[in-house]
């Protein structure tokens, strides 16, 4: 079984930052595709970034772009996801997302974060 374990988030400022982790608990960490979704409140959740390790590549969602980025330490088996420039709309639940090599995804419980203007 597969555990996702999301922590960081919390209260920012608008223009500051906010680190979040998602610990992942998997014995083949290294195939996954991990994500960043998050769901704002009263609407649906969307896409973040994402990063394959097996391709050394990383995507975004055209609001982020620029301003967060996703980053993963294998050894730690921990998925980053660093925040810069924190704006008001930044402000939602945001959730760790695996998808294994058999395309079986996995969803961590979700952090709060919540930016002030």
């Known amino acids: 079984q597969v555990h996702l374990v999301e922590s960081g988030g919390g209260l920012g400022q608008a223009g500051g930052s906010l680190r979040l982790s998602c610990a992942v608990s998997?014995?083949?960490?290294?195939?996954?595709?991990m994500a960043w979704f998050r769901q704002p409140p009263g609407k649906e959740r969307e896409f973040v970034a994402g990063?394959?390790?097996?391709?050394?590549?990383?995507d975004y969602a055209d609001s982020v772009k620029g301003r967060f980025t996703i980053s993963g330490d294998n050894a730690k088996k921990t998925v980053y996801l660093q925040m810069n420039s924190l704006k008001p709309e930044d402000t939602a639940v945001y959730y760790c997302?695996?998808?294994?090599?058999?395309?079986?995804?996995?969803w961590g419980q979700g952090t709060q974060v919540t930016v002030s203007s």
């Open positions: 998997a014995p083949t960490f290294s195939t996954y595709t």
């Open positions: 997302h695996a998808r294994t090599y058999s395309s079986i995804e996995y």
């Open positions: 990063i394959r390790w097996s391709a050394g590549r990383t």
